[in-house]
C-alpha cells in the first residue's frame, strides 16, 4: 500500500530515495529498450544526476557536475541528453526556472501539476485529475486545441513551513 507521500510523489522524512532512483533508472532502461532508443553513458549519467534528489536542477549545474568524470562534455553535450530524456518522458523541463526534474511517471504520458517549492527548490509532481479536467473543458469550450499541458506553482512545501514555524 502506497503511503501519502509515495502516491503524492513527495519524498518524507522516510522516503527510500536510494529505491526511488534505483526505480527511476530502471524504468528508463526498460522504456528505452522497449522503444528501441539508446540510453547512451552520458544520457545515463545526466538522468542519475537529476535524480539525485527531488530539487529542480539547471543544465549548467549538471555540466559542472558531469566535468570532473566526463572533461569533454560541453553545454551542447547535456542538452541533448537533456533533450532526448524530454523527449523520452523521463524528465520535466521546469519552465519556470530553466531547470529539470526526474519524472515520476515515466511509464505513460501525462499531464502534470508541479509544485514548486521556492525555498529548498524540491518539486512535488501531482496528477491533479480534477484540476486538469477541468482545464480541458475551459480548452474544449474555447476551441483551443492543447499540444502539451503543464502547470507550475510557486509557493512553500510541508517540510520548509515546518522548519519555519519551528525557527519562530
Request: glycine letters at 4%.
Amino acid at each position: 500500500m502506497n503511503t501519502p507521500a509515495e502516491k503524492n510523489h513527495n519524498p518524507s522524512p522516510e522516503h527510500n530515495h536510494e529505491k526511488c532512483v534505483s526505480k527511476a533508472i530502471g524504468t528508463a532502461e526498460h522504456l528505452c529498450v522497449v522503444r528501441g532508443v539508446q540510453l547512451t553513458p552520458i544520457r545515463h549519467q545526466v538522468l542519475e544526476l537529476i535524480w539525485e534528489n527531488h530539487k529542480a536542477v539547471k543544465a549548467y549545474e549538471l555540466l559542472d557536475r558531469i566535468k570532473p568524470v566526463m572533461d569533454a562534455a560541453k553545454p551542447a553535450t547535456i542538452y541533448r541528453a537533456l533533450d532526448f530524456l524530454i523527449e523520452q518522458g523521463l524528465i520535466h523541463r521546469i519552465e519556470s526556472l530553466n531547470a529539470f526534474v526526474g519524472c515520476n511517471c515515466s511509464g505513460h504520458q501525462h499531464e502534470q501539476l508541479l509544485l514548486i517549492c521556492k525555498q529548498c527548490n524540491e518539486v512535488e509532481e501531482r496528477p491533479a485529475t480534477e484540476v486538469m479536467q477541468a482545464l480541458s473543458l475551459e480548452f474544449d469550450q474555447a476551441g483551443f486545441v492543447v499540444h502539451s499541458k503543464a502547470l507550475e506553482i510557486h509557493g512553500i512545501c510541508v517540510k520548509c513551513i515546518g522548519l519555519n514555524d519551528k525557527q519562530n
